[in-house]
């Protein structure tokens, strides 16, 4: 038996009190229960209003966020010039996946009303990757690298020349210590930089693909047979989703980092 998808489901449950009046209006009109066709349809009314209402609205919350986004990110490219031109990337990418899935048949679009919230959300959240990146880099280039090289190598030759059980030892080994780890941190903040770079370009290619699979969505001849795209679609989702916390994670314990807000 193939699996629902969590849209599907949520959809269905949201549609039910609105078919289940309807249905029982008509059996009402038949039997000629005209009072109580008239409370069943009062109801059909109410709850097809509703479930309007919520469709309009999470529409509504959908471009407020996606909005949010491009001010977000065109703040990012003002920041830092040189993810300027991703961030007018992401920026279009984004508008283009809401374009999509408006454009699929008003039948199809609250099956995948929750992954498209959750895609305008990791969108928010590659915007926090590139803050990020940015700190990064101005952290990096405050830091003279050559100048602790150089540190380092001193220390060495200073260590090398003492002799053994001498008092200098202690705290020029102690200074040597810290340096190497300054170098250290350097490495591994470039190593941030370039996990960063990576899960970016992902995004790009990830909006891309996932734009072209909603047009394609159109084609299929019936919702039953959705199912199977349906399916792979949310799973990259949350794939996607996945592999940005994770990178979030990692980045957020480098050291000697400029901190950011989390998100």
């Known amino acids: 038996m193939a699996r629902r998808s969590p849209g599907l489901s949520g959809y269905l449950i949201r549609l039910a009190p609105f078919g289940a009046f309807s249905g029982l209006g008509a059996v009402a009109v038949i039997s000629d229960a005209y009072v109580l066709a008239a409370l069943l349809g009062t109801g059909a009314f109410v709850t097809g209003r509703q479930l309007l209402d919520q469709r309009g609205n999470k529409r509504k919350e959908l471009r407020r966020r996606a909005r949010e986004n491009v001010r ?54 590659a915007i926090h990757l590139a803050r990020r990146r940015a700190a990064l880099r101005r952290h990096l280039e405050s830091v003279d690298r050559r100048g602790i090289s150089r540190r380092i190598e001193g220390l060495e030759r200073d260590l090398a020349e003492l002799e053994e059980g001498s008092s200098l030892r202690a705290p020029l080994e102690t200074a040597l210590e810290g340096r190497r780890g300054e170098l250290a941190g350097c490495g591994e903040i470039l190593n941030g930089i370039s996990m ?68």
Not at 95 to 117: A, K, M, Q, T
Not at 210 to 225: I, K, Q, V
């Open 72 to 125: 977000e990110l065109g703040r990012v490219a003002r920041e830092d010039r040189m993810a300027a031109p991703q961030m007018k990337r992401l920026a279009a990418l984004q508008e283009g996946l809401l374009e999509s899935w408006e454009l699929l048949p008003v039948e199809y679009r609250p099956l995948l009303d929750d992954d498209i919230f959750t895609i305008v959300g990791e969108v928010d959240a």
């Open 196 to 263: 960063i770079n990576a899960q970016l370009e992902g995004a790009e290619s990830l909006l891309n693909n996932l734009r072209g699979e909603l047009l394609a969505l159109d084609t299929a001849p019936s919702p039953g047979s959705l199912e199977p795209d349906l399916l792979h679609l949310k799973e990259r989702v949350a794939y996607f989703r996945h592999s940005l916390d994770e990178v979030t994670r990692s980045v957020e314990t480098l050291p000697q980092a400029e901190r950011l807000p989390a998100r």
